[in-house]
C-alpha cells in the first residue's frame, strides 16, 4: 500500500458516500451551508470526526458559518473520482449481476458497466438494460482492448478465482468481489469484497442478545 | 448495548461467517482438525486474531492438535444463532428485493423469508420464489401475530424510513436497512444498513492511487 493509502483512514473513506448522499438531500432542501455539529446531529456521529473526514477531501468550512454544500459534494466527488466515468465489466448475470447491472447508484459513483460476461448460452447475447451479455472468452481480448479497469464479480462461488484470473490476464486493476468466498490476487490488484453475511451476523448475534435480556426481564441498556 | 455485547467486537462479529465458510470448505475436502496457523495463511489474518475470534464462540483448540473442525462449525452456528430458524419479512419487491428473496445464502444463515409486501398493485397477489407479495398494509397485522423479529428493507430511499415506522409497529426488533439511506430507530430497535457505496468508495480511491503512481513510472508500495 503506498504512503498516500495509508494516511486516509478506510473508515473515513467509507464515511464519505454517506456525507455525499445527505448533502446531495440538503442541497435539494434549498440550503445552502451546514456545520458540523448539525451533521452530526442528524448523522448520530461526534462533529470533530466529521470535520476529520471531510478535512481529507481537503476542504475547511468556515468558523462560524460552516461548510459550503456545493463546494463540498464537488471536494468529495473529486477525491473519490467519482466526476469521471470508470467503466467496468460485470462477469455472471444471475439474479445478483442483473440486479447490479440495473442499479441506479453506479451512475452518481461516476461507474459505467459497460459489457456482462456468462458462460451459459440461454443468457449470452441477450440483453440486460443497455448492456448486452457476451462470452466469458472475449473477456481478456475486450478487457485489454477498451482499457477496462474495473472488474465486478457476481459468479457462483466455485467460478469466482478462475474469473477473477481472467480479469487480471485481461489487466483489470481493481476487482469488486460479490461471490461471497476468498479470492486471491497479487499485490498490484485491488480487491474489494462485498458480502451480507457479516452484516447479518452483526444483525442476528445483537438480536439474539436483546431477544435473552427481554426473556429474562432485563432492560437492555443502550 | 448491554454488556456482553460491548465485550465482543464487531469485527469479530464480522468474520465469523469468514470462519464458518472456510471451515466448511475444510470439512468437505474432508479434514478433521485445522490449527491457527494453517487458517492464517489461507484466510491472510495473524493466527492470534483467528484464536482470539475463535474463543469467542466458547471453543478452544488442543496444543499441536488445533481445533476438530466440527465443532468449531457447531460452535460458530450456535454463538451467531444459526442453528434455529428466523422469520422475516421483506419490504420492496424490485430488483434487490427479488435478489434477496431469492438469495440461497440465508437458508445456512438461519434466515428465511416468509412474506414480502409491496404497494405496487402489478406485484401484489404474485408468488417469488416461494413466497407471496403481500399489501404492505398487512404488515403490522401480520408481523405482530407472526411473532416476526426481522424486517429486511428493500425500498427505494424515500419510502425506507416509513417502512421501518410500520415494522417496529409490528414488533419487530431486528431491521436490515439496504436502502442505501439512513434511518432513525428507537434504542431498543437493532439496526443494520448495507450499502454499497463505502464499499466502492474504497476501491475507486485505492484505484485512483494505484493508477496515478504507475502513470508517475512508480512502482506502488504494498
Known sequence: MDRQMISIP?????????YHHYLKNLRTKGLETVSCTYMGIELNLHPPQIRKDLAFTGVRGAPKIGYKIEALLRSIEEFLGWNHVDEAFIVGVGNLGKCLIKY???????????????IDPKVIGKKIGDIQVLPLDKLIELSTRMKIKIGIITTPRTSAQSVADLMIR???????????????VPNNIILQNEDIAPGFAVLSKKLQLIIQSGELGQEVQK
Not at 485481461?170 to 486471491?184: C, L, P, Q, V
Request: charged letters at 25%; a positive charge; hydrophobic letters at 40%.
Open 10 to 18: 478506510e473508515p473515513t473513506l467509507r464515511r464519505l458516500p454517506m
Open 104 to 118: 441506479e447508484g453506479f451512475k452518481q459513483y461516476g461507474l459505467k458497466c459497460v459489457a456482462a460476461f456468462d
Open 170 to 184: 485481461g489487466e483489470i486493476k481493481g476487482i469488486w468481489n460479490f461471490a461471497s468466498i476468498n479470492i486471491k
